[in-house]
């Protein structure tokens, strides 16, 4: 089951975090994975890991939010057969204190770099009869969550350009899902706690890790799991759907 031998995947933001997890999952399963990452040396480091353990992986320095770089890259691979668009940034403000730049920033890459990354796969998808592409959209996309105006507004339009696009594109044999995670441990976590809350971080990663019912954060292996399901011939009957991973946070908090 979830194999994905000879399959071509891109995943972007792969060289880190959840985005790593996936890769590595991918490429476990038979994937030949494409990682785009604007971090060029972590895209490096995750495809000499993935060869190292016997897995096909090919790196690629990428600004999403740059349609002529994301269009280069796609026609360096050319057809492929899953797209998992993982990259994003966060911000923390609300209305009053997100200035125009940062609005605009969160835009370009956490909304843009997902319509540049569709916009160039799913006419390779077409050409060879079908594909996948899953999109991670966030718990804040469907609950209200303080001081995350403007991220949540480019999770919110991941979360409905998915379902169009799915709506669009299912008689083309092109499935299109998303994930909505709450909190994941992932170094970005810990960066933000080291920055933001120093000498008090094991108290506040507690704190956070109990803002889900089940009392802990996500690992990234977890939302790659659920990334593998989702991404394989198992989940063949599934489009335009979002599925949240997050320890009970939407149902059980209410």
Do not use: W
Not at 15 to 23: F, H, N, P, R, Y
Not at 61 to 73: G, T
Not at 145 to 160: C, E, I, P, W
Not at 192 to 213: C, D, I, R, V
């Amino acid at each position: 089951m979830f194999d994905l031998s000879n399959k071509i995947a891109v995943v972007t933001g792969g060289g880190s975090g959840i985005g790593l997890a996936i890769t590595q999952l991918f490429a476990k399963q038979g994937a030949i994975v494409h990682i785009l990452e604007l971090n060029e040396t972590a895209a490096l480091e995750a495809a000499k890991g993935i060869m190292a353990s016997g897995g096909k992986a090919v790196a690629h320095a990428c600004n999403v939010a740059l349609q002529s770089e994301v269009d280069a890259v796609f026609e360096s691979i050319g057809l492929l057969d899953i797209l998992v668009n993982n990259a994003g940034i966060a911000h923390i403000g609300n209305v009053e204190n997100t200035s125009e730049a940062d609005f605009d920033r969160l835009f370009s890459v956490n909304v843009k770099g997902v319509y540049h990354c569709m916009r160039a796969a799913i006419p390779r998808m077409k050409e060879q009869g079908g594909g996948v592409i899953l999109n991670m959209a966030s718990v804040a996309a469907l609950v209200g969550l303080s001081d995350r105006f403007a991220y949540s507004m480019t999770k919110g339009a991941v979360l409905a350009m998915s379902i169009a696009a799915a709506k669009d594109y299912v008689k083309e044999n092109i499935r299109v899902n998303t994930i909505s995670p709450a909190r994941v441990h992932t170094p970005f976590v810990d960066g933000f706690l080291a920055k933001n809350y120093p000498g008090k971080e094991a108290e506040m990663f507690e704190k956070l890790s109990q803002t889900q019912p089940v009392g802990r954060m996500a690992s990234p292996n977890e939302i790659g799991s659920l990334a593998l399901y989702l991404c394989s011939d198992e989940a063949s009957f599934i489009t335009g759907t979002d599925y949240p991973i997050d320890g009970g946070f939407v149902k059980l908090n209410t």
